[in-house]
């Protein structure tokens, strides 16, 4: 069974040939059984399957899990139980949710399985039979009619009115006409190879026959599956900022360790002390809240996305969103409204935008609308209204888009009707590529016929105009249907003609020929209103929309231009021509192209690995099974809830509920809102630990006595990393947060001038905490480490607020705008109160109260570090400091 040309490359006979099988009877049932045995069943395979248990314990084996759990086991040593079970559970929660994140990703493969056919109509031994779809064989005869599900791949013997929609594999947005003909091209992509039938789509009208030449993972089906199981999803860009940020930061809390713990040891300092110590700054120092800030972070992105028609499926897409650098769409119901509208009209010479009213007097367009209204199949319900406020119609798209456009105009159906009753019909079919429908007049027999272009010119003998009839010029005519379809339109010529009776003979030959040319009607699915602003939005914030598409690359490239995504001198690359680049050749090009048509799966995926080859972090949105793979390898796929197939939602971190554009860039602005929080916490808790570090440091290096004790480090630890900590994940998006690039994928955590602030205030509020204990030792003041502890504890409340913004001042942003955290510091200032004033905590924290006057100077100094902050974002914006980015 081996043929050297693709099947649609041979003729059905010369196919059944190779497959050892015969046009008429198909194989033997004795055949088939073997077969069978050799091919397997037809049916998508779904692999080794990981269970939840191995996938949960898979997730331990990430260094900052590693490096909490090691918290959590000296905290318990060192009796911080509380910590040591806040970590554990905190550990625990992320491995659920990253257990449940994989686990998701297997039901892809499962939900391809539900798009095979379960039964196949066959002839076997000359006999048509019904059997179960997986035990067809490359070799069967499969008969198809309108409803089914096509059970696997087929070449084509036999077709009648035969159209299927493909668009689940192919993504092209009209059902697909076919017929058995060679094709001569061997490299044609799966959307041009019209003399075959593929598994998982449906057939839509009229019947056929074809050979199966493919079954299971051998169709175009099963290679998409095995993608699905090869493809990796990509790390997000927090993923791998967040593990690098681990490591480096285990690494420094270990050097900083030791040397307290031995210059503590070289002061003569006691051992346990300096080890309790070392010990509580290394659980003080690793920012246990942080996987707390991020899941808490993303999970109230989330729900305000879900909120705006965008269903999370996979947490860290929240913050994915906000890295992106390119938007990889699809065209069809994304960037379009998925219904097909009358844009044009041509006739008389002259390019109108909608049909005149019906209470023009003008014969031409009166026939052209009745045209229009009555040469269709659509069956419409004027009480029942959909979502644009239209009556509901139902029937072929192209036929909805006439009759709308003629009930706009006036030429009301139903109502024409019962003037010009049809008494005939004469379908659409393939060979003649038009349509006619007869109707009563007063005057006699009317006929109206739409149809291709090129087919209804050739019927036609003159034109009607304002002025009346006169002679068709068909090439001028012609011209401008070719003008039209250049535009990325579907075009379609309507003519009329006039009998005094009802033909006895009413073959096409007799009824469709000496029509009167009434014009063309250019029709397209329209852009979104919405999706123009958005793609704007997308520019303005340094995105790069590309429209990726299964239709003809004149639609893909009008679309894209009315959309703003290319312009005149933007080309289309089409899959054909992607096929003949080598991956250097393409890699050249990517960032360049912004529209694609007519491509395949294989090569969906390409074009995503080519821009993260460059160093991009793609988005990609899809609906179809051809879409799942690439959707799973983007850096973020987004997966339409409408019209999207369960394999591309199952294969997607997010799930669009309006299929609509415009929802990704609203995704895209929480995406940056809430990297900048959980940045800000970084900033804030690596700061107050900086801090700390240095006022131990510092007074190492001075001979000062121990400033602070264990348990000091410890409270200061819970109580600023606390509350305030997670209250920044509820800060209001940055100004002007959709004008600025985004974040490269590999841009440190700590970039912007991030670091310099850790160290720099880190140390401003050690040596604000150390001056606060010279003065008071100095002063011979008993109590001097509570005004150290306060003053250190007051430094990071007050560097919490100054840090709401990276660049704006608080006084900006207002100081009520988040009120979650301005609760939380309140709460704050009353925990420590009650720690320096309530007896019973004197004894367990080993502190004293403070007269007034000191508690104030505690104050004061902490000020300090508010003051400068503003400064520092004083100098930011004034483009004197760091970058100076928006």
Partial sequence: ??????????????????????????????????????????????GAKRTPLYIFAAQFADFMILVLVVAAIVSGVVGELRDSIAIV????????????????????????????APEATVIRGGKTETISADRLVPGDLVLLEAGNVVPADLRLSDASQLQVDESALTGESHAVSKQPDVLEEPDLTLGDRWNMAFNGTMVTRGHGKGIVVATGMDSEMGHIAAMLKKEESARTPLQIRLARFGRHLAVAILIVCIFIFAAGLLQDQPVLLMFLTAVSLAVAAIPEALPAVVTISLALGARKLSRRNALVRRLPAVETLGSVTYICSDKTGTLTQNRMRVEALFADDRRVEKLPDANDGSRLWQRLGQTLALNNTVTGDPENTGESGEASVTGDPTEVALYQAAQQAGFDKAALLKQLPQVAELAFDEDRKCMTTLHQSDAGIVAFTKGAPEAVLDMCSDVLGGAGNRDLDQNRVQEQAEALAAEGFRVLAVACREFSELPEDRSPDTIETGLTFLGLVAMMDPPREEAAQAVADCLAAGIVPVMITGDHPATARSIARRLGIADEHDRVMTGRELKKLS????????????????????????????????????????????????????????????????????????????????????????????????????????????????????????????????????????????????????????????????????????????????????????????????????????????????????????????????????????????????????????????????????????????????????????????????????????????????
Wanted: glycine content about 6%.
């Fill in 1 to 46: 069974m081996n043929q050297n040309s693709p099947w649609h490359c041979l003729s059905a006979e010369k196919a059944a040939q190779s497959l050892e099988t015969d046009l008429t009877g198909g194989v033997t049932a004795d055949n088939a059984a073997e077969r069978l045995k050799i091919h397997g069943p037809n049916r998508i395979q779904r």
């Fill in 583 to 886: 991956d250097e050749e393409f890699d050249e090009q990517a960032r360049d192209l912004r529209i694609y048509a007519r491509v395949n799966p294989k090569q969906k995926i390409r074009i995503v690995k080519a821009l993260q080859e460059q160093g991009e972090f793609v988005a990609m949105t899809g609906d179809g099974v051809n879409d799942a793979p690439a959707l799973k390898r983007a850096g973020i796929g987004v997966a339409m809830g409408k019209k999207g197939t369960d394999v591309a939602r199952e294969a997607a971190d997010m799930v669009l509920l309006d299929d609509n554009f415009a929802t990704i860039v609203s995704a895209i602005r929480e995406g940056r809102r809430i990297f900048d929080d959980i940045r800000k916490f970084i900033k804030y808790t690596m700061t107050s630990n900086s801090g700390e570090i240095w006022t131990l440091v510092l007074a190492m290096l001075l001979g000062l006595p121990l400033p602070l004790l264990p348990i000091h480090i410890l409270w200061i630890n819970l109580v600023t990393d606390g509350l305030p900590g997670l209250a920044l994940a509820s800060e209001p998006a940055e100004r002007k947060v959709m004008q600025r690039d985004p974040r490269s994928p590999q841009e440190n955590i700590f970039a912007h001038g991030m670091w310099q602030h850790i160290v720099f205030i880190g140390i401003l509020i050690g040596v604000l905490s150390i001056g606060a204990q010279i003065w008071a030792i100095d002063r011979q003041i008993e109590h001097w480490q509570t005004i150290v502890f306060t003053t250190l504890t007051f430094a990071q409340l007050f560097h919490v607020m100054a840090i709401r913004s990276e660049r704006d001042s608080l006084f900006s942003i207002g100081l009520f705008s988040n009120p979650q955290l301005i609760g939380a510091v309140v709460l704050t200032v009353v925990l420590q109160l009650a720690v320096i004033y309530t007896p019973f905590l004197n004894d367990i924290f080993k502190t004293a109260p403070l007269p007034l006057d000191d508690l104030m100077l505690c104050v004061l100094l902490a000020s300090v570090v508010f003051a400068v902050v503003e400064i520092e974002k004083w100098m930011v914006r004034g483009g004197w400091l760091y970058d100076n980015r928006v």
């Fill in 89 to 116: 559970v905190i550990v625990i929660l992320n491995a659920i949710i990253g257990t449940v994140q994989e686990y998701r990703a297997q039901r892809a493969i499962a939900a391809l399985q539900k798009m095979a």
